[in-house]
Every structure is written in C-alpha cells, then in structure tokens.
C-alpha cells in the first residue's frame, strides 16, 4: 500500500492510497478529495502509478504541460 497527503490549502488535504489487491493485481486507487471519493482500479501497477501523477498534478495545480492532463470530461 501507499498513501499520499496533497495539501491543498493550509487546512484542507486530499488523501491519494494505491492497493495492490493481489501481489500481481489489479490495483485499487482511491483519491479522498474534500469535494468527492474517487475509487479506479487498474491491471496494472504502471496504469495505477500514471493515473497517480496525473491526479497529483491537477491537485498540486501544476500545469506545465496542459497536453499531459486527461481532457476535461
């Protein structure tokens, strides 16, 4: 397991954990944001870890590179 705090504001946090549900997968990734619960899972570790980045990157409000984020749904 690994978890993560993003602060995004000095007194509001989201909280980000990835689970390995077996030791090869699938992997369950749960963002807790002030705003929403978000559950993904994915086959894969490096499918897990790249949709990490992306929400860190939208949560930390680091857009060096509007290409790499997901369109807006």
Known sequence: MTETR??????TSA???LVALEPSGPFR???DHPAAHLVEYFRTSADALARWAQIETVLSG???DDDALP???
């Open 62 to 64: 680091v857009h060096a």
């Open 15 to 17: 909280r980000m954990e």
């Open 29 to 31: 990734l749960i963002v």
């Open 6 to 11: 993003i602060y995004l504001t000095p007194t």
């Open 71 to 73: 369109p807006a749904a």
